[in-house]
């Protein structure tokens, strides 16, 4: 499919339904939808939805949701995975969440800490190791800022109270031990995590005790979780600009700064999805606004430096300004670079978080073509957003699964496919280049004008690299 028509992808999506049974198909056929001109955003597909039982899903779970997105990177603070190894092991150092500090004496964002249930404990249940752990967490690692407790699937199955643990610690040790319950069996999707992770940062972490006076500029930078160096990109822009970042997190951030981010007269959002729960209270309870932005790529930033800019005084729109003008000749030289050998290439997305929108400015401003995009957990206001950046035809698909990904690439023949580590080696192995845009494949940052110069070097270094010419799957080769 050369170049996609509406009426084409309609029918593309009919086929490949066609394999499901009746009721499978009648369901995943809501999740499924093209981007029409004129198109009524909201309702346009169905989405945060349990996946069918036996139709393969990429989501990941609630625990995920709060101790990989929300509460792990928070760098002086150590977060127990309350259950069995696996899956604090499987997390751990996985999103490549920046940071400055000495791992092991005041920093721990790359360390498992783990309660390691075994069957005694599934019978027996698993308070007094959990008291016990966190007793030797504070003999080990006395620098610790506080502990918070991610409690896996067994936890909610044997009803621990993990409350009546955290409460009890807190007094005693005299810092916060906040009981999070992110059993990943719980809800759609890791979705509901962030959810369960922001209630638990109100209730537990958030207080009026921490009021003190505000300063004109005074802005925090939050749901923004450094990969690669993310959120240090974007505050140099902000900071240029005369704003006083006072709080990052969680990437790079610390207790104090979540403690802090009532002092502020402006919360800045960036991942929408796992923090918009928290903007809002923080809205609601102290009167602090919030506005989500997007720097990936020149465009976005411009428009979101300009945004910012709106709630302060003329002073900071004439600096948003000047930054604006300072990086025009270097982001010039980098399209003058880059955008002849990517020219109308053709992209298809599946990511979570707001990567399946926040980059499609970014590869425009290279004249590439975003063909296809989905969330593995978006919910109807992500893709009502994700509509206002998407040309006539493109592909939208909701938690997609892996039957249904591999047949729309093989009839739309994407050049460059960014998703997760799990789809990463399926289209490598198909001879198509990927680009693994969780944790921008051991590269990044790619936040801001810096960021775009990384991000463009990538994608032509994938895409344009000559091994894919030379790959041959076994079975096509002579003998």
Not at 75 to 94: E, L, N, T
Not at 316 to 321: K, L, M, R, T, V
Request: with cysteine.
């Amino acid at each position: 499919m050369s170049s996609l028509h509406v009426e084409e992808t309609k029918a593309l999506i009919e086929e490949v339904l066609e394999v499901y049974p009746e009721k499978a198909r009648k369901d995943r056929a809501k999740h499924l939808a093209v981007a029409e001109p004129g198109q009524e955003t909201k309702g346009c597909i169905t989405s945060n939805r349990k996946a069918l039982p036996g139709v393969l899903t990429n989501r990941g779970c609630a625990y995920a949701g709060s101790k990989g997105v929300v509460w792990g990177p928070i760098k002086d603070m150590i977060h127990i995975s309350h259950g069995p190894v696996g899956c604090g092991q499987y997390s751990r150092a996985g999103r490549r969440n920046y940071y400055v500090g000495t791992t092991g004496v005041d920093s721990y964002g790359t360390m498992n800490f783990t309660s390691d249930f075994q069957e005694k404990d599934i019978v027996f249940g698993g308070d007094k190791k959990l008291a016990t752990l966190i007793d030797e967490i504070e003999q080990l690692f006395p620098l610790n800022k506080g502990i918070s407790v991610q409690s896996e699937c067994p936890i909610g199955l044997i009803g621990d109270d993990i409350e009546a643990v955290a409460k009890s610690k807190s007094a005693e040790l005299g810092k916060p031990v906040v009981p999070v319950r992110c059993e990943g069996f719980r809800g759609v999707s890791q979705s509901l995590g962030h959810h369960i992770a922001n209630d638990a940062v109100r209730d537990w972490v958030l207080s009026e005790d921490h009021k003190r006076e505000v300063g004109p500029y005074d802005v925090a930078l939050i749901a923004d979780y450094n990969i690669g160096g993310d959120a240090w990109s974007s505050r140099i822009l902000l900071e240029e600009m005369g704003l006083n970042v006072v709080t990052q997190w969680s990437g790079d951030g610390t207790l104090n700064e979540v403690q802090n981010n009532v002092n502020v007269k402006l919360n800045l959002l960036h991942c929408y999805r796992s923090m918009n729960y928290l903007a809002r209270h923080m809205e609601e309870k102290y009167d602090i606004p919030w506005v989500e932005f997007n720097f990936f790529g020149p465009t976005k930033t411009e428009e979101s430096l300009r945004k910012i800019a709106s709630f302060f005084d003329e002073t900071i729109q004439a600096n948003a300004e000047q930054v604006i003008a300072k990086y025009k000749a270097q982001t010039q030289a980098i399209i003058d670079k880059y955008r002849p050998r990517l020219e109308g290439k053709r992209v298809m997305l599946y990511v979570g978080g707001l990567r399946p929108r926040h980059t499609i400015g970014a590869y425009q401003d290279l004249g590439m073509e975003v063909v296809g995009t989905g969330y593995e957990f978006g919910h109807n206001d992500d893709y009502e957003r994700t509509l206002e950046d998407l040309s006539n035809a493109t592909l939208l698909y909701d938690d997609v699964t892996g039957f249904e990904f591999e047949e729309f690439v093989k009839a739309i023949k994407p050049d460059l496919i960014g998703g997760g580590i799990k789809e990463k080696y399926i289209f490598q192995k198909m001879g198509i280049p990927f680009r693994q845009m969780h944790s921008w494949d051991y590269s990044g940052p790619y936040h801001g004008y810096d960021g775009f110069a990384i991000f463009a070097r990538d994608m032509d270094m994938t895409l344009n690299n000559p091994c894919w010419k030379e790959l041959t799957a076994p079975w096509k080769k002579s003998a």
